[in-house]
């Protein structure tokens, strides 16, 4: 049986804005801004929201990827895209990703039920199913795109043009 409640918050339905219109209106130059006292540009959050998006991909379709040594090596080491094209290139890549996860949480149990191999020690201690890797990523999506609005929101571009909450 299809997950649509999982389906409807990786696009960003229900109590989830949607995380494609979080990052789609913003230029290169905003995306790449640090904000002082944090940590990360949005340009590297939804990088290391791509990385991992791909590596579950990848692992839920019977490939090893590589986990990697340091979580440092899942984030872009640049502050921001060199140019607009680089950016609109990853905005494109994030969209791609979140449709291929929202069109595999409309499988049949079959497919969402099936085990997908654990790759490093950190993930045994969860289950590990089509079903229990999407609902893992959407909550690691869920908590980035929150940090998105909210550098967004110290940017002064919020809400986003396609809407998003401001209460």
Not at 60 to 83: D, L, M, R, V
Not at 109 to 123: G, W
Not at 145 to 159: E, F, K, Y
Request: glycine letters at 6%; charged letters at 20%.
């Amino acid at each position: 049986m299809p997950e649509p409640t999982l389906e409807e918050l990786l696009r960003g339905k229900g109590a989830h804005a949607d995380p494609v219109a979080c990052v789609e209106d913003l230029s290169a130059q905003s995306a790449g801004k640090k904000i002082a006292g944090l940590a990360h540009s949005i340009w590297q959050i939804l990088g290391h929201m791509s990385y991992w998006m791909d590596y579950e991909l990848r692992r839920i379709a019977g490939e090893k990827p590589a986990y990697p040594s340091h979580a440092s090596a899942s984030w872009p080491a640049s502050e921001g895209p060199a140019n607009d094209a680089e950016w609109e290139h990853e905005v494109r890549r994030f969209e791609s990703l979140l449709a291929r996860l929202a069109n595999l949480a409309e499988s049949s149990s079959d497919v969402l039920d099936r085990p997908v191999e654990i790759l490093h020690p950190s993930q045994s201690m969860r289950t590990s199913t089509v079903r229990a890797v999407l609902w893992q990523t959407l909550v690691h999506n869920s908590y980035h795109a929150g940090q998105i609005v909210m550098l967004r929101q110290c940017l002064g571009a919020w809400p986003a043009r396609r809407g998003g909450d401001t209460w």
